[in-house]
């Protein structure tokens, strides 16, 4: 959310400029003194309008960010890793989530399961325990960010 001062009398713009943006999308207004009155009122219109959902752009990026796949990890996931112990004795695969503001995790050993299952079981937990925030995000995107909805049949949110 950003509120800035425009002041160019050789283009008559005298006003203030409300923006936001969500997922990758940037949006902004110009509100002119002329039209709002004086220069305080089109101000306040201009931090309305910047901050009318900021609540849910938000959510948004937090969402966003716990769900859209890295380019910093092998796999891509965010919240699934592979830890080996020092030493070599045993590694395991962990999937993450928050869930009510709480985080959790399960862990799955290699070697009781094997390398590739307990890999799977780790993406499958993580995918289970996260559904309910992709459809959140779905939602939001529908009414923030139009257009954009499609991209969540891909990897790309």
Request: glycine fraction near 8%; avoid cysteine.
């Amino acid at each position: 959310m950003r509120v800035s001062r425009i002041d160019d009398k050789a283009k008559r713009m005298l006003g203030w400029v409300g923006q936001y943006s969500v997922a990758g999308r940037h949006t902004r207004k110009f509100f002119s003194d002329r039209v709002f009155g004086t220069p305080a009122q089109a101000k306040a219109a201009a931090e309305a309008f910047a901050t009318k959902d900021l609540a849910e752009h938000r959510e948004v990026s937090s969402l966003r960010r716990m769900l859209v796949p890295r380019k910093n990890t092998p796999h891509g996931v965010p919240g699934v890793a592979r830890y080996a112990r020092p030493g070599g004795s045993s590694a395991f695969w962990v999937a993450y989530w928050t869930q009510d503001g709480v985080r959790h995790q399960k862990k799955y050993s290699v070697l009781r399961l094997g390398e590739s299952a307990a890999r799977e079981l780790a993406f499958a937990t993580r995918a289970d325990m996260t559904a309910g925030n992709r459809e959140r995000l779905a939602e939001l995107l529908k009414v923030h960010v139009p257009g954009r909805s499609a991209a969540l049949r891909g990897r790309r949110l």
